[in-house]
């Protein structure tokens, strides 16, 4: 679809992503509300290319799961790569992307917003009639 270096916005099926953190219930209630009011999805969800871990969009992910939608836009990056920095979501201290990489292996989840992914190339919206996505 969309390249950015050596990004790409690609549609992946939501049953693949493989959340590192747990979600906050009452904000997937607002985020529901808010994107059937809206009728477009319009922030892809950002997950490692290698291991299609989410790194930023666990609440719309579940959100995602919640409505029936069945793929959903997501760009696809590497982590280790020095456009991505990830820190501890309430110190700002660097997080050691292993312990993700850890915690996912032996089925677990951080808490919510734990970590925090800033990416330091521009990610674009979309709009995306939710018609399209629901099946």
């Known amino acids: 679809m ?3 270096k ?6 992946i099926e939501v049953e693949k992503l493989i959340p590192h ?3 906050d ?3 997937i209630i607002l985020l529901i509300s808010k994107i059937s009011k809206d009728g477009f999805w319009r922030s892809p969800v950002v997950i490692d290319k290698k291991t299609q871990i989410i790194m930023d969009g ?4 579940e959100v995602a799961k919640r409505m029936g939608v069945k793929n959903i ?3 696809l990056m590497n982590y280790g790569e020095k456009y991505i920095d990830v820190l501890n979501w309430h110190t700002n ?9 850890e915690t996912v292996r032996v089925g677990k989840k951080f808490p919510v917003k734990t970590t925090r992914h800033i990416f330091l190339i521009p990610l674009y919206n979309v709009k995306i009639d939710l018609n399209m996505l629901i099946i």
Request: a negative charge.
């Open 2 to 4: 969309h390249q950015i």
């Open 6 to 11: 050596d990004v790409t916005l690609e549609f």
């Open 21 to 23: 953190e747990n979600f």
């Open 25 to 27: 219930y009452d904000a």
């Open 58 to 61: 666990h609440h719309r992910v």
């Open 73 to 75: 836009p997501c760009y």
């Open 93 to 101: 201290e660097k997080f050691d992307v292993n312990s993700i990489f």
